[in-house]
């Protein structure tokens, strides 16, 4: 069957495997093709086993794949063939050079863009989705289009705003769909030509479309802000344990101010995830390139808060453990960085972990979904942390049980049958506020939340 547009996305990670799932499924009549270097992931995006679990993802593969969804590692026929390249690789953070612990690291999107240009033989729209700097659509631009082919490539942004655990639902009914380009004819025309592809499913008002400098600047301040809002709830949280006010209680407060609103005020032991840090330092990175010391000074603070608030919790645990973790069993519950994942990077939990094992305090991990990406995270200390999937069989015989995730599953356990099988006096740090404080303290427990008065037996 001939396909009436050829699509490519270059890099099957996270963005890119679910985004192209979604637009396969809801535009049968577009071939998506999804390329990445790394064959073995590849390998796995064919298989029963996806390289990444997203709640809904495994039906739509199956539904889509090899019918118009195609995983391949074939990047040169994938380039030929594509009218539009979406382009959804890495861009971590420097870790070298100049700019390094800040800047964001463009290696792989330079790659890219050079690939793209030598094995096309047609003009084509490159689709910016991974989080770029502002003003990286200009460098995009330069090398693509000083070529001796006569083929134009116009750059359109197109940041994906969808958030771990809740990708598939966040494509199939967004907040907004953002496509910025150039105001030339040629870039109103790519444009358009992407508001095409949502328009199949994303009512028309909630396609936005700017210049391509406002769109790529948006994907960082959202997050920034996202970021800015879990800071300074965190940064009262701290106040709260000062003074007995209770950090749920004036986030549902103030949350109820339609101004303010109730979402992102969840106080926590830390925000994780592979972007909000990474995102906020490239924004840093940026105003101080640009002079803008204050301005950089400002979105930096929310990074250190939130380094602060791990490092607090860590303390928290310590102080309350009478001073010593060295030898203790201590079970951690939970190790992806939310919820209905199993990604783990910038997890609080790593840091955590780290913290306590520095202390020589025996460390146990579970979660449901995590272990993997866990064991590689802490492979450093192998010997002395044990990885256990059961919740129960990790808190056994442990002086302290942390929340570090808020898995549905840590709700319902039977914190009665767990209390029996720790070490007395015990200890319950929830670093989510998921659970029912007051009665794990009436059942024996001494308990520890965020932005609360401690509940302890002693
Ligand atoms: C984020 C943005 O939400 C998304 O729009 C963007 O495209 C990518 O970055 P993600 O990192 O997947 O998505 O997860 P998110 O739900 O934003 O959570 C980030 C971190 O903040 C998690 O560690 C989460 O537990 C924490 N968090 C979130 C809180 O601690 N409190 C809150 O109220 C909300
Ligand atoms: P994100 O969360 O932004 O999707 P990931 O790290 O999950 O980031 O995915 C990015 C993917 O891009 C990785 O699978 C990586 O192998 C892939 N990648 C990086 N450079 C290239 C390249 N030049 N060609 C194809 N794929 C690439």
Redesign the pocket.
Known sequence: MAFEKNILC????????PTMAVIAAKCPQYKVVV????KE?IKAWNSDHLP?YEPGLDELVEKTRNRNLFFSAD?AKGIEEAEIIFV????PTKTFGHGAGKAADLQ?WE??AR?ILAHSKSSKIVVEK??LPVRTASAMERILNENSKSIHFEVVSNPEFLAEGTAIQDLESPDRVLIGSRESPEGIKARKAIVEIYAHWVPRERIIQSNVWSSELSKLTANAFLAQRISSINSISALCEKTEADIDEVAHAIGMDSRIGPKFLKASVGFGG?CFKKDILNLVYICDSYGLEKVARYWEAVVEINEWQESRFIQNMLENMFSTVAGKRIALFGFAFKANTGDTRESPAIYVAQGLLAEKAEVVITDPKALKNARKDLKDFKKRVIFEADPYKAAKGAHAVAVLTEWDVYRDLDYRRILKSMVQPAFLFDGRNILDHKKLFEMGYNVFAIGKAPLKHF
Do not use: L, M
Not at 10 to 17: D, L, M, R, S
Not at 35 to 38: E, K, L, P
Not at 88 to 91: E, I
């Open positions: 270059i890099g099957a990670g996270y963005v890119g495997g390329v990445d270097v790394d992931k990444i990047n959804s690789v890495n861009t792989y790659k890219t690939e991974s989080t592979s």
